[in-house]
Nanobody, 124 residues
Framework: QVQLVESGGGLVQAGGSLRLSCVASGRTFSSYVMGWFRQAPGKEREFVAA????????DYADSVKGRFTISRDNAKNTMYLQMISLKPEDAAVYYCAARRSVLAVTTERAYDYWGQGTQVTVSS
């Protein structure tokens, strides 16, 4: 049973930084793609970033390129999302997701497992 547990959300001022973590368990994730998505109130869930666990190649939404960095720690089975220069429009619930494939995609329905989410609030 795959489990994904996010943490690290909170309240930050615009321009500030946060690092989200996603601890993954229940599988060996070398053949998985891991992703971060977010959902703001009244909006659809949207892709933020993805990472191929094996090889570490990454992909980002245009809205976060240059500000967010996705990474992983193999020894801890943990994925991270480092966010800097946060904007009020970055405020959302952030979800960790896992896809049983080495092909990274940005489509929400392509992901097989989801965490419960962690709230990020950005004050202006």
């Amino acid at each position: 049973q795959v489990q994904l547990v996010e943490s690290g959300g909170g309240l930050v001022q615009a321009g500030g930084s946060l690092r989200l973590s996603c601890v993954a368990s229940g599988r060996t994730f070398s053949s998985y793609v891991m992703g971060w998505f977010r959902q703001a109130p009244g909006k659809e869930r949207e892709f933020v970033a993805a990472l191929r666990w094996s090889g570490g190649t990454t992909d980002y939404a245009d809205s976060v390129k240059g500000r967010f960095t996705i990474s992983r720690d193999n020894a801890k089975n943990t994925m991270y999302l480092q966010m800097i220069s946060l904007k009020p429009e970055d405020a959302a619930v952030y979800y960790c997701a896992a896809r049983r494939s080495v092909l990274a995609v940005t489509t929400e329905r392509a992901y097989d497992y989801w965490g419960q989410g962690t709230q990020v609030t950005v004050s202006s």
